[in-house]
Each structure stands twice: as structure tokens, then as C-alpha cells.
């Protein structure tokens, strides 16, 4: 962890030359954030200095904050927006990080045990999120967090807002843990560390699994662990509750149902069956799912019929895509450890 205290209590941040205005920053990649010209910088500023960040801690941090049209640009093409199933399941599951999810799994048996009883998670259900988030710790994102985070609070037309938040408590994160921000690299949405929480998420659901008084996301897998398995039980994880049922139906989807949606179960098994879709095996009439509808090549589709905890997946990433992903690779690695015995 790169923790580096200047003399008066500070963070050692090197100057940076003073930025040019918003106009231009829209015709360059990387430019500095002009504490004078951007006034909503200086009020944010002001809140956090008001909620007992240093103002001067704060100055600093901002010089060193840059606008990143690549930033802007990457929220506009995220995967889950333009692929199918079959083309977005082909990223995440391939034999080497199934392969390597299993030796995830054998190097933190005990600490993914210890989740699973805590907070009734799967190991590899935790393993495969860390899979796919971040290859098992091994891509973390190569953005500065808060070059991203200020890029978005400050110049997303839509969602500042948002990310304004998610950048005040970003920058309460570093001050509070005596990290220093400007070291700190994720997304380009601002995630961060083994599990990719945003920095709201990480206030509110990351632990110290390993009890050394630090929660600690960015290096420790450990605390990573504990924090996935923390979300999905705090978002409702139901322990030993299915993700999902094998189904089968018609080549027309039904117009009757709604599919792929990423709320609360609430289409019952008596209306799939009614639609034309059956269950693989005997389930309850009264059972709330979430109808799926997966291509699974150009000309064909499988239907699936998610239970709660295959909602509570969506809860981490608001796609049905990212969820059954997450799933088949928690099953391929499962597998994979059963096969090597």
C-alpha cells in the first residue's frame, strides 16, 4: 500500500501546471482541473472540508486531478450495452481463468470457507466475481481513481451528480485510511481494487476480514473476500438459495413476459408456464423469477428463470449479462476444482 506523509501531516503531491479552460479540455485527453475556473470543485471542497478533510489536503488533491476524454468515452461503450450473450459469455469464461479461479479458490480455501459461513456466499460464486472483475486481482484498472471520478462529477452531462457523490467519498476514503488518492488506480467508472467496489460501496460494505485494523480492497484479497460476500448478503443473499433453473419454450419469445430484467423476481412459475415456458424441473407455481431469454449463437436462445439470488448478482452490476456470466464461471470453476480432485 503506498502511504507517503509529507512533514506537515499532508501527502507528498508533486504541482502540476495550471490548466486551461473547459472548452479546450473537451479537445484534449488529459488536462489538469482548474480549481478557479470550475466553481462546483470548490464547493465540493468546501462540503468535505466541512465534514473534517483538510481544506488544504483537499487543494492539493485537486491540483492533481485531470480531465480524461477516454473517461467520458469508455461510459458510453460498455459491453453489457452492445453484446449478446454469446459474445459477452465468450470474454469471461475461457479454460484459462476458469483454471485459474480454481487455484484462487485452493490458495484462500480456509478465507472463502470462513466467508461462506459468515455470510452464506459461495466460494465460488466470490471467486467468479473477482474473476470477472478483475482476473483474480490481476487487472485492476489503469485510470487514476480520481482523475476518473472528477473527470465524471464534474463534466458528464447526465450523470455529475452521481459521480459527485462517489467522488467526496472516494476522497474520505484516502483520508481517512491515510492512503494516498493520487496513487490509487481502477476503472474508468471509478472502481476499485480486488472486487471493483465504487467508493460509496466501499464505505458501506467492505470489512477488515483479516483483523489488522485496515479494509483494505486495492492489495489484500483477504478483505476483498470478506466484502463480496459482505454485499451479497447485505443486498439479500438467500444461503443455499438457487441462482437459476434450466428452462425450455418456444423460438418466438413470448410477448406475455417481460425478459432480462434486473428487478426483484416477480413473474410467477404459473405465468412462465402459462407463456409457453417450462421449467426443467418441478417448481412451485407460486415461485417469483426473473425470465431469462440467452443467445447462445446467432440463430438460437436458451431460457433460464433466475431466483433471487441471480437479482442480488445484478445488485454488483446492473446486467443480466454480468450475472450469468458470473454464475457459469462460479460453475466452471467449481467444476474445475472437483476435477483435480
Keep these: 500500500m503506498n502511504r507517503v506523509r509529507n512533514k506537515a ?31 462546483r470543485v470548490q464547493q465540493l471542497i468546501d462540503e468535505l472540508a466541512a465534514q473534517g478533510v483538510p481544506e488544504k489536503w483537499l487543494q492539493n488533491t485537486f491540483a492533481e486531478a485531470t480531465y480524461s476524454q477516454g473517461v467520458l468515452d469508455a461510459m458510453e461503450g460498455a459491453a453489457e450495452r452492445r453484446l449478446r450473450w454469446f459474445e459477452y459469455r465468450n470474454i469471461f469464461l475461457n479454460q484459462q481463468r476458469i483454471e485459474e479461479g480454481a487455484a484462487f479458490m485452493e490458495t484462500y480455501a480456509d478465507t472463502l470457507a470462513r466467508a461462506e459461513d459468515v455470510y452464506g456466499v459461495p466460494g465460488n460464486v466470490i471467486t467468479a466475481i473477482i474473476g470477472v472483475e478483475t482476473y483474480y486481482g490481476r487487472h485492476k484498472g489503469q485510470h487514476r481513481v480520481l482523475d476518473s471520478l472528477a473527470t465524471l462529477a464534474f463534466y458528464h452531462p447526465s450523470r455529475g451528480n452521481f459521480f459527485k457523490g462517489e467522488l467526496a467519498a472516494f476522497l474520505k476514503i484516502a483520508y481517512e485510511q491515510e492512503v494516498d488518492p493520487v496513487a490509487l488506480y481502477g476503472s474508468y467508472a471509478g472502481a476499485m481494487g480486488y472486487p471493483q467496489f465504487i467508493p460509496t460501496s466501499y464505505q458501506a460494505y467492505a470489512v477488515d476480514f483479516d483483523d489488522d485494523g485496515f479494509r483494505d480492497l486495492w492489495e489484500n484479497p483477504v478483505d476483498a473476500i470478506g466484502s463480496v460476500a459482505n454485499y451479497f448478503a447485505e443486498h439479500g443473499w438467500q444461503r443455499d438459495g438457487a441462482i437459476y433453473h434450466e428452462a425450455t419454450g418456444p423460438d418466438v419469445l413470448p410477448e406475455a413476459l417481460a425478459f432480462n430484467q434486473t428487478s426483484a423476481p416477480s413473474i410467477t412459475i404459473a405465468d412462465v408456464k402459462a407463456a409457453g415456458i417450462e421449467p426443467e424441473q418441478p417448481l412451485a407455481d407460486e415461485l417469483p423469477v426473473v425470465p431469462l431469454a440467452l443467445e447462445v449463437d446467432e440463430e438460437h436462445m436458451r431460457y433460464r428463470l433466475g431466483e433471487n439470488n441471480f437479482y442480488v448478482i445484478t445488485r454488483y452490476n446492473h446486467s443480466h449479462l454480468y450475472a450469468m456470466a458470473v454464475t457459469e464461471l462460479a460453475e466452471a470453476i467449481q467444476s474445475q476444482v472437483e476435477e483435480q480432485g
Excluded: K, R, T, W
Aim: aromatic share 6%.
Design 9 to 39: 501531516g499532508g501527502y507528498f503531491i508533486a504541482a502540476l501546471l495550471v490548466c486551461s479552460a473547459p472548452a479546450v479540455l473537451a479537445e484534449v485527453e488529459h488536462s489538469p482541473i482548474d480549481l478557479q475556473e470550475n466553481e
